[in-house]
């Protein structure tokens, strides 16, 4: 199983950029879509979240500004990124719970860097 995400890039403050995020592979099932972000010197933080019942959980610094949708039949998550602010920058991480046989694991994408500029 492999996630590639992309979208990121250079965005002024206030602007909207979307990434996304693909899995491909054989034999999975996905359990759950998300998205982490990293700063240097900083933990990984929680961005966005969506379950397969479609139910969605967010970080409290991105409510209201950032959503995230799934696709499930191409495996793919999005996310729309808007209001755009400094502290947004960051390197972005998929992320997906994924079940292969009896196992589940969570998979990682190599991430994506989005820059907001002031």
């Known amino acids: 199983v492999q996630l590639q995400a992309s979208g990121g890039g250079l965005v002024q403050v206030g602007g909207s950029l979307k990434l996304s995020c693909a899995v491909s592979g054989r034999d999975f099932s996905i359990h759950g879509m998300g998205w982490y972000r990293q700063t240097p010197g900083e933990q990984r933080e929680l961005v966005a979240t969506?379950?397969?019942?479609?139910?969605?959980r967010y970080g409290d610094s991105v409510k209201g500004r950032f959503a995230i949708s799934r696709d499930h039949d191409n495996n793919t998550a999005e996310l729309q990124m808007n209001s755009l602010k400094p502290e947004d920058t960051a390197v972005y991480y998929c992320t997906a719970d994924i079940r292969e046989g009896i196992y589940y694991d969570d998979y990682w994408g190599q991430g994506t860097l989005v820059t907001v500029s002031s």
């Open positions: 969506m379950a397969n019942d479609g139910s969605a």
